[in-house]
């Protein structure tokens, strides 16, 4: 079986909004199992595992689900509640109608928007009110 393996470039995106907030990346990245060296390589990537970790601890550090993507937090276990609604839709187009519903009424500047143009379904997610990854 191969091993799946992530870009520096992801781990640096989990990372940007921590860092400017105040957290302790080194720790952080120690935690993951993650030399904070390989920031510093460009062509470095880490292990599927050590990004996921990576990521669970920085959300729960952060307290935010979108790493500060959004304009106000997104609380630890929202995504968990809207996972267990989509998972009782009975097609793809509820579950992405759902979807829509739950991030209008957070209001954290993240509103994916879903329309039909005959059988296609379009599924955009407007970045202008998120924060930028550069």
């Known amino acids: 079986m191969?091993?799946?393996s992530i870009?520096?470039?992801?781990?640096?995106?989990?990372?940007?909004?921590?860092?400017?907030?105040?957290?302790?990346?080194?720790?952080?990245?120690?935690r993951s199992r993650i030399s904070p060296r390989l920031l510093n390589e460009p062509h470095a990537r880490v292990g599927a595992e050590q990004f996921a970790?990576?990521?669970?601890?920085?959300?729960?550090e952060m307290g935010d689900e979108m790493l500060g993507y959004?304009?106000?937090p997104i609380k630890i276990g929202q995504w968990s509640i809207l996972c267990h609604w989509l998972i009782q839709s009975k097609t793809l187009g509820q579950a992405l109608k759902r979807c829509?519903?739950?991030?209008?009424?957070?209001?954290?500047?993240?509103?994916?928007?879903?329309?039909?143009r005959g059988l296609m379904p379009l599924w955009k997610s407007p970045l202008l009110r998120m924060k930028s990854l550069r």
């Open 2 to 4: 191969q091993d799946i």
């Open 7 to 30: 870009h520096i470039v992801f781990v640096k995106a989990v990372l940007k909004h921590a860092h400017t907030q105040g957290h302790d990346l080194s720790r952080l990245l120690r």
């Open 53 to 60: 970790k990576l990521q669970t601890v920085t959300m729960r």
């Open 70 to 72: 959004c304009a106000r």
């Open 100 to 116: 829509c519903l739950f991030y209008s009424i957070l209001e954290h500047g993240f509103q994916p928007k879903l329309s039909i």
